[in-house]
């Protein structure tokens, strides 16, 4: 009788600690960040732009006025999309944005052609693109890439007139960025872009034969947002 009371104390007494164990509080593991959702956001930055206008020419050479229009300036806007995110990690979705812009350049002289100058207007540009990420919890690094749309203006200005090339135009559009959700619905942005819109092409006002005027852009720009997650 003796010999089975303490077996039976023995292996209460060693079963007990481990039931308190099993009993106390464990700790709670965090819920890694989940990026699939609707979301909205505001954005601005600073865009700087390449552009040469070419004046028009004889039909048998180049241009024979050229000068650099450069635009430049800041800009804000808005933009919504759409997050997937699959495979633990891996984040796709589909983006637009739109931004109004106040990206001049001075009135640079035409080289050679005292009086004559040049000058461009960036008034607003947007784009509709895709991206890609790899999720590190709350922390997204992207690529993404697709069309953009800019209105765009350029003028070559000489005494007793001037010449306008202006119109909205289409591109391209590929940059990289990091997001970070500040908390479950907020998530801030640093993004670059580069988009180029192509050249565009404008018959001058002359009644004799000449090569159209000539308008090209492309622009790099930085910028920082905040949207909110659905």
Known sequence: MRALKFTL??????????????LSPQPIQPVAYDWSGIYVGAQAGYVWGNSTYDGAGSPAGPPFIST???PNGGFGGAYVGYNYQFGGNYVVGVEADV??????????????FPGVSGSSDLKWFGSTRLRAGYAFDRFLPFVTGGVAFARYSGASNFPGGSSEISGTRAGWTIGAGLEYAMTDN???RVEYRYSDYGRESVSPP???P???ARLDLNTNDVRVGLSYKF
Do not use: C, E, R, Y
């Open 9 to 22: 104390l023995s292996s209460l007494a060693i079963a007990t600690p481990a039931l308190a164990a099993d």
């Open 68 to 70: 650099s229009v450069d």
């Open 99 to 112: 931004n109004f812009a106040d990206a001049k350049s001075d009135n640079n002289a035409f080289p050679g």
């Open 186 to 188: 907020l998530i801030g």
């Open 206 to 208: 002359f009644s004799f």
């Open 210 to 212: 000449t090569q159209a």
